[in-house]
Nanobody, 124 residues
Framework: QVQLVESGGGLVQAGDSLRLSCAAP????????MGWFRQAPCAEREFLAA????????YYSDSVKGRFTISRDKAKNTVYLQMNSLEPEDTAVYYC?????????????????WGKGTLVTVSS
C-alpha cells in the first residue's frame, strides 16, 4: 500500500498560480509513475498530467497543456503540479496518484494508489 499526501491547495484569484505537492511518507517512488487528477463538483475525475519517476517523461491532458507543469524532485521524493493562469473552471479537488506505469488508454491511466485530495478554489 502506498500512502500519498497532497498539499498546497487553497483559495486563489483568477490569474494566480499555485503549486501542489505530493509526497509518500516513508516510501520512495523509484519504480512508479505519478499523476495528478482533479474532480470538480458534479463532474467525473479528470486526468491532468503524469510523470515517469525514472526518466521523467511527462504526459498532459490537452485541457491543461501549457498552463500546468508536472515535475518531480528525487531528493525530496516529491511530485509537484505547477498551475499557472488559474481560472474559476479549475476549481476542484486535486488528487495525486501513483501506479507502476502510465497507461494512456486505461480508465485510471495506470494509477493504483490515490491521495485524499487537496481543494483548489479559484475565485473570479
Amino acid at each position: 500500500q502506498v500512502q500519498l499526501v497532497e498539499s498546497g491547495g487553497g483559495l486563489v484569484q483568477a490569474g494566480d498560480s499555485l503549486r501542489l505537492s505530493c509526497a509518500a511518507p516513508g516510501r520512495t517512488f523509484s519504480t512508479y509513475a505519478m499523476g495528478w487528477f482533479r474532480q470538480a463538483p458534479c463532474a467525473e475525475r479528470e486526468f491532468l498530467a503524469a510523470i515517469a519517476w525514472i526518466g521523467g517523461r511527462t504526459y498532459y491532458s490537452d485541457s491543461v497543456k501549457g498552463r500546468f507543469t508536472i515535475s518531480r524532485d528525487k531528493a525530496k521524493n516529491t511530485v509537484y503540479l505547477q498551475m499557472n493562469s488559474l481560472e474559476p473552471e479549475d476549481t476542484a479537488v486535486y488528487y495525486c496518484a501513483a501506479g507502476q506505469r502510465y497507461i494512456s488508454n486505461d480508465r485510471h491511466y495506470g494509477m493504483n494508489y490515490w491521495g485524499k485530495g487537496t481543494l483548489v478554489t479559484v475565485s473570479s
